[in-house]
Every structure is written in C-alpha cells, then in structure tokens.
C-alpha cells in the first residue's frame, strides 16, 4: 500500500527558532527609536568657539640660519639655506715708535752723535766746543738750556746768542755799563744781573760757545766751566 505525499501522517508546519524571534525584536525597537529623535547638532555656536575663530592665524617661524662648518661639503647644502660670510675686521694699527734724543753731552741725530767738551784757551779763557756746524750746535745748545737751571731771557739765532742772567755767573768782579761809564763793582750773591750772554761762533765746522759778561768780553775759565757745567749735565 503506496503513502501519499500529502498524508495526514506528516507534519508540514515548520518549527520558529526562538533566537530569530528575539533578534528581529530588537531591530524593530531600534528602527523605531531612531525615528523618533531629533537631528544631531553638528555646528557650535558657543562664544569660545566663535572667539577662536576671531583670532589671527599662526604664522610658521623662521628658520634660522646656520652657516656650515669648514669640514661641510658646499655641494650637501640646501638651496634654501643662503650662507652669511662674516665682515672681515679691521687690521690693527701699530704705534710708530717716538725718537728721544738722549740728554747726554753727546745726542744721537741721524745716526750721528753731537759731542761736546770744555776747551780752555789762552788768557784764561774757557768756550765749550761743539762738534757741529752753527745751525745744529744752537738746536743742541738750546735743548740743553731748556733743561737746565740757567735763566735764559732771550735768544736771537741770527746774532748766535743766547741772553742769560749775570747772576748765573759766579765771579767775584762782573764788568757793567753803569749811565756815563764804566765801573768795576763787587756783586752780593743775591744780586740779580742781567743780559750777559752764551756766543755761538763756527769755524770750520766746528762750534764754540763763549760765555760773555754785560760789557761784551768773555769771562774767565772758572765762571764759564761753571756755565757750561750746568748746561751739560742736566
């Protein structure tokens, strides 16, 4: 006896599985919510939003330069990099050194010494020889005078003399023109007498210095080697 495919002993109704039943459950719930909120705010209108965009915008600081060192390779530089030479500095400037004559009786000019010695002549006489023609032998004399203690009151170069006072001439008897004549007087040692006088003459290259009382004559050896003392050694 042959079954029929539609017999009443077999079940046709399918089985639910429990599980499915819940998940589409919670898929409705979900479509439903979403449906019924509001739409999402994306924009901030707040016053610390709107105050940020209100402020300027950064700007990228510069890069600093940096020169490279003497052991970089020129060719490993950037392009963008411009390299600074620093400025050459000036070359000091050395002090010429100042010429001092020597203060000696013998100076040093032009690689020539000017020497210089008390010569005593005849009658008694003393004059202090220069090796030196006239126009060195007075700027020698001169620097001399300025250093020692002998007052000197004028000097005129063209006449080769050199005015200094009498009282820097120790003798006993000084020679003065007194008004109508000519008088011998013992000088005190606190009388001041003026207008004797230093007489440069050259001859042959060779300059004498005479010392000359206010008459004109030369005084004797002793009175002019003290003169001619204090003018050399100063």
């Known amino acids: 006896m042959k079954t029929s495919p539609l017999s009443p002993s077999v079940s046709t109704r399918s089985v639910v599985n429990p599980l499915t039943l819940l998940m589409s459950l919670v898929l409705l719930l979900s479509i439903a919510g979403c449906g019924s909120r509001g739409v999402i705010q994306t924009v901030d209108d707040s016053a610390d939003y709107r105050s940020a965009r209100s402020l300027p915008p950064?700007?990228?600081p510069a890069r600093e330069q940096v020169l490279p060192s003497s052991n970089d390779d020129p060719s490993t530089t950037p392009e963008d990099v411009v390299l600074i030479e620093p400025e050459p500095q000036p070359a000091a400037v050395q002090a010429q050194p100042t010429l001092i004559k020597d203060t000696d009786s013998s100076v040093n000019d032009a690689d020539q010494f000017i020497a210089a010695?008390?010569?005593?002549?005849?009658?008694?006489?003393a004059v202090l020889e220069i090796d030196a023609s006239f126009d060195r032998a007075w700027e020698y004399l001169a620097e001399n005078l300025q250093r020692s203690d002998v007052t000197i009151f004028a000097r005129n170069e063209s006449a080769g003399r050199f005015s200094i006072g009498c009282g820097d001439i120790v003798d006993d008897n000084v020679t003065v023109q007194k008004r109508g004549g000519w008088s011998f007087f013992t000088r005190e040692k606190s009388e001041n007498l003026e207008y004797c006088a230093l007489q440069v003459v050259e001859k042959k290259?060779?300059?004498h210095v005479s010392v000359l009382n206010r008459s004109g004559a030369i005084v004797s050896a002793n009175s002019s080697n003290r003169v001619f003392e204090r003018i050399l050694n100063n």
């Open 58 to 60: 950064l700007k990228k």
């Open 117 to 125: 010695r008390v010569v005593t002549v005849d009658d008694d006489q």
């Open 205 to 207: 290259g060779v300059s």
